[in-house]
């Protein structure tokens, strides 16, 4: 039986595909093929057998297991099941200014869409634009749930600054 012991529950345009690049390069860690596994929100009636199926492939070599799935964050449903699972999980986050982030996020969604929406539009179309970069509350029920010390929380900025730096303190941290 493997399961992570770690999980990153950060907001959606906020690097996680870049993080999810440099912990899949790194030889001690293992996350899935895939990013965005979605088990303990949109999947969890599919079980834990299927599940843990996502890291069957992490060896003896591999320190930290874990997977990206940043709509975590938004769901209480999820935060309560990853602590009856999983309780001593080690959780990673990085945020970005609300604003650079709910831009990136009408971005996205207007690449995607085939009516293009100005953003006041898209405001009413896609509340979770806005919604996904209000980070505090969400934050404070995995804090509650798992305590300060099991979340490394990351600056976007601090990414962006000096990216060896902050990549060096989050090894430090998953150990």
């Known amino acids: 039986m493997t399961l992570p012991n770690f999980l990153y ?19 001690q860690v293992f996350v899935p093929d895939g990013k965005d596994v979605y088990f303990f929100d949109r999947y969890f009636d599919r079980g834990q ?19 990206i799935s940043h709509d975590y964050l938004y769901c209480r449903d999820a935060a309560l099941r990853i602590k009856a699972m999983i309780p001593e999980i080690r959780l990673l986050s990085i945020l970005r200014n609300p604003f650079e982030r709910s831009r990136s996020d009408y971005r996205y969604i207007n690449q995607w869409s085939a009516e293009k929406l100005s953003f006041a539009e898209a405001l009413i179309e896609h509340p979770t634009i806005i919604a996904n970069s209000m980070y505090a509350e969400n934050l404070r029920l995995y804090r509650d749930l798992f305590g300060p010390e099991n979340i490394h929380v990351m600056l976007y900025d601090d990414l962006v600054a000096d990216p060896r730096q902050l990549t060096s303190e989050m090894l430090a941290f998953l150990g």
């Not at 057998?49 to 997977?67: N, P, Q, R, T």
Request: charged share 20%; hydrophobic share 40%.
């Open 9 to 27: 529950v950060g907001p959606p345009k906020s690097a996680s595909t870049w993080l999810f690049e440099v912990l899949k390069a790194h030889p």
């Open 49 to 67: 057998d299927w599940y843990e199926s996502h890291f069957e492939s992490a060896g003896a070599d591999h320190i930290a297991i874990g997977e």
